[in-house]
């Protein structure tokens, strides 16, 4: 079975500029998440997503920070603007409801 | 608020030894933790579970133990291979499945030949 699939696998932009990320999950999983992780941190939930639908999006910075899961399936994660703070890796996961997730490789985004 | 703690940062072990990383929590509602291991430039990946109404689970060589009173698992390793050298995260959640997890910070293990 193919994994959670991300891109880029890194991206360096500077503050104010805005940044996409990528995320195809393993297919058949209804359940996608978007997570930051910090350098030196666990990663800490963003959003979820049960199939198209928003579950959790309580810890999203909404002013800057936007995803959306199209069809149910692929999702993008954007940041407009971006600050000196976002710099961390984006970790994309998804599941089916048993058990717990599979993660992608991440993408690690430096803000100068 | 940090609700899942992982006091040490990093840790050294001799191969052949016995790992033993440890993970702390203040909330009473988790109900299943789990334990990732992640090498560099990749995601973390699922190495053991364990469910609240357990004190233990085994897996080959990894072991989790939970102590729901005083609020603290850990994850034995044993023995310890060159392998087992990455970050491991503690995850906790409040119910089995597809839920959120909260990770604590992880720990760096090194295992020394």
């Known amino acids: 079975e193919a994994g959670v699939a991300q891109s880029p696998r890194y991206k360096i932009i500077e503050k104010r500029q805005s940044v996409a990320f990528w995320c195809n999950p393993i297919?058949?999983?209804?359940?996608l998440y978007w997570y930051q992780q910090i350098l030196g941190q666990g990663p800490k939930l963003l959003i979820q997503?049960?199939?198209?639908?928003?579950?959790?999006d309580s810890q999203l910075p909404k002013d800057r920070f936007s995803a959306e899961r199209l069809k149910g399936v692929d999702s993008t994660l954007k940041i407009q603007p971006a600050k000196l703070e976002d710099s961390a890796v984006y970790l994309c996961?998804?599941?089916?409801?048993?058990?717990?997730?599979?993660f992608g490789s991440g993408t690690r985004l430096t803000v100068v | 608020d940090q609700q899942v703690k992982q006091n040490s940062p990093s840790l050294s072990v001799q191969e052949g030894r016995i790992s033993i990383l440890n993970c702390d929590y203040t909330?009473?509602?988790?109900?299943?933790f789990l334990w990732y291991k992640k090498y560099p430039a990749e995601g973390p990946t699922f190495l053991i579970s364990?469910?609240?109404?357990?004190d233990k689970n085994e897996d080959g060589r990894f072991t989790v133990f939970l102590n729901k009173s005083a609020k603290h698992l850990s994850l034995h390793i044993v023995p310890s291979q060159p392998g087992d050298s990455a970050v491991y995260f503690c995850?906790?959640?409040?119910?089995?499945?597809?839920?959120?997890?909260?990770f604590g910070q992880g720990t760096r293990l090194t295992i020394n030949p």
């Open positions: 909330n009473s509602m988790f109900d299943y």
């Open positions: 996961a998804s599941s089916v409801s048993a058990y717990g997730y599979t």
């Open positions: 364990i469910s609240s109404i357990k």
């Open positions: 297919s058949g999983h209804a359940t």
């Open positions: 997503f049960q199939n198209n639908g928003v579950v959790d």
């Open positions: 995850a906790a959640s409040p119910i089995q499945g597809a839920q959120k997890l909260v």
